[in-house]
């Protein structure tokens, strides 16, 4: 009898026993009922969570895949494990072959060394599952401490923000978020003190070389619509420099041709 009719018969048993046991009637137990209480609805996630989600489980799928490729591939191609003589018929066969043939690359004894060589192994993963565990806890926290503090900032956009991500560098995971965000924003808030300081530099010094040339204030008309005059580059705020930064350049760069 060839194997596929030891399953063909394996198959009828156990549908005929299944097919044959009797049902015994189960004695009827009064209904009780409780008072359930309703749980609070959680908030869904955004279309952007799911997508990340989505991604990120992918991503792990994608990785079983190529760690069960390999496992296969040495379950079928090696065999049999040369420091031990037996077959390799499992996950647990092929660890055991690869750390005993790292052993032998490394000029140890796969067989003397093993045991220590786990060991080793084993507390390293121990420390390394460690950290990420602070790690985690410090990330968790840390979360929690900016989006109390800064609520309407998104942290998402934020990463993203390559200005940003220049100025934190390697701190990300070892100073707190709150920190970091506060000293970009002062660092963004000097620089653009520094910029206006230059422009009303330039704007005082453009303003006294085209008066002594006209004897009048003749940049009170601009010469195209995309310029500013002398006095409104003098009277811009911090919020319209920065967002009209390349008017301002221009207008300078044409103030300046003038003296």
Known sequence: MNENDITAETNDVIESQVDNTVVEPQPTEPVVTETVKTEPVKPTQSAEDNSRYARERREREKQQAIEQA?????????????YTNQPIKDAVDVAEYNTMRKIDLDGGDPKADYAEYVAREKRTEQETLRKKAEMDAFLQQDAESFVSKYPDVNTDSL??????????????????????????????ENIYAQARKEVEAEIVKKTAIANSATGSASGSTPPAQDLYTFEQLQNLSDSEINANWEKVQRSNNYWLSKK
């Not at 390999?70 to 040369?82: E, G, H, L, M, Y």
């Not at 070892?174 to 924003?185: M, R």
């Open 70 to 82: 390999k496992i296969d591939a040495i379950i079928s191609t090696v065999r049999i494990n040369p």
């Open 159 to 188: 990463f993203n923000d390559k200005h940003f991500s220049l100025f934190a560098g390697d701190k990300v995971g070892k100073v707190p978020l709150t920190e970091l965000y506060e000293g970009y924003k002062a660092f963004k």
